[in-house]
């Protein structure tokens, strides 16, 4: 006999236990849910906030922060342009996040629930990138200032000498580098720990499709 | 209208309730993460309910439902067990429990059919539950020639099995 015709034999047998009754399945109905794609919306919402909190943070906290930005930009229309660039960013990706969680549907086929379970996450790695790349050209931008625009700092930096003019530089991009670095690994193990098995199982179909 | 709603819908699951504990009898191998699983595929089929159109079958329903919560969505609990290759594991079955009894036979199948990965698994599953191909390649999303190549290569590797 076929392994599977023998398998099947058994299956059938099977169907007719019933092992639940009805008062069993009401209260399962409203426990909580661990499925990934929640976990995953709560990390989008944590992300979210984290960013806008890291964003907005300097301008309500510290006046001093506020005064430097003033002087850094003397004219104003630019702050005002790169915050309202910022936050419509912010609002972009908080439509695509909520799109795409739309149309994660339970009743597509697997292959299609996957992808847009990694579509989604796709999105969410693109703010953080953003976001990484904002904080970096912003950095960039301030310490450019710095150093041409503010008559102290200008005089002081006047006074260092190539040699630890490049040390510096070289420190300030260490830093950044390790920094970055941490973000990463911390982004790789959440991300890689959640999605392991829906990877592997979507690799395993998209195999199917090249065999 | 929401207590109407959870009855009906209690009352299709507890008739059809052997769709969840065949996917979950696949996809795990103890009692508490059967429960686990069964508990899940609840949630996430309750969820899905006020979506659901009368015009599919419940049952049809519950097997994407069910597979796609196993495969996709489920996040193992840590006492079910790794799925290993198939290749590798073969042998060693072999080896250890062949015997010529239907019992011992459908042990080492059944042993055989845990091994395989999750895809494989729903291949399995969806077999067992006579599903044509058609349905077959679009509860996964792949095409029938897919489905049907994969599944004879399943085959072949249990027949091997219990006839080598």
């Known amino acids: ?211 | 209208m929401t207590k109407e709603l959870e009855h009906s819908f209690v009352e299709l699951l507890e008739k059809h309730q052997n769709i969840v504990h065949k996917v979950c009898r696949l996809y795990t191998n103890n009692y508490d993460a059967h429960n686990d699983l069964f508990q899940e595929i609840t949630i996430q089929l309750w969820k899905a309910y006020p979506k659901f159109r009368g015009d599919a079958k419940f049952s049809t329903w519950m097997y994407r439902v069910g597979l796609n919560t196993a495969i996709t969505l489920y996040r193992k609990s840590k006492r079910s067990i790794k799925t290993q290759d198939f290749q590798g594991v073969e042998f060693k079955i072999k080896a250890e429990y062949y015997d010529d009894t239907e019992e011992e036979q459908l042990k080492v199948l059944y042993k055989a059919v845990h091994q395989l990965n999750d895809i494989e698994k729903a291949l399995v599953f969806l077999y067992l539950e006579d599903k044509d191909y058609r349905e077959i390649s679009e509860t996964l999303g792949i095409t029938q020639v897919n489905a049907r190549v994969k599944m004879n290569r399943i085959k072949t590797k249990l027949r091997t099995i219990l006839n080598p």
């Open chain 1, 1 to 211: 006999m076929d392994g599977l015709d023998l398998l099947k034999k058994d299956w059938d047998k099977e169907s007719s236990k019933k092992k639940l009754s009805v008062k069993d399945i009401y209260p399962m109905l409203h426990k909580k849910s661990s499925s990934i794609v929640k976990i995953l919306f709560y990390i989008s919402l944590a992300e979210l906030v984290f960013w806008i909190l890291v964003n907005s943070l300097p301008y309500f906290t510290s006046d001093s922060y506020n005064e430097r930005l003033d002087l850094v930009f003397q004219n104003d229309y630019i702050l005002t342009g790169l915050t309202i660039t910022s936050y419509a960013i912010i609002l972009l990706f908080v439509y695509l996040l909520y799109k795409s969680y739309k149309s994660i549907s339970i009743t597509d086929s697997a292959k299609n629930l996957m992808e847009s379970i990694l579509k989604t996450r796709k999105i969410i790695k693109y703010y953080v990138l953003y976001n990484l790349i904002a904080a970096g050209l912003s950095l960039i931008i301030g310490f450019y200032y710095a150093l041409h625009n503010t008559p102290n700092t200008a005089i002081d930096f006047s006074n260092i000498s190539d040699k630890k003019m490049a040390l510096i530089i070289f420190v300030i991009t260490l830093i950044t580098a390790i920094f970055v670095l941490v973000i990463w690994l911390f982004y790789k193990l959440i991300y890689g720990l959640l999605l392991k098995r829906l990877n592997r199982n979507y690799n395993e179909l998209k195999k199917l499709e090249v065999d």
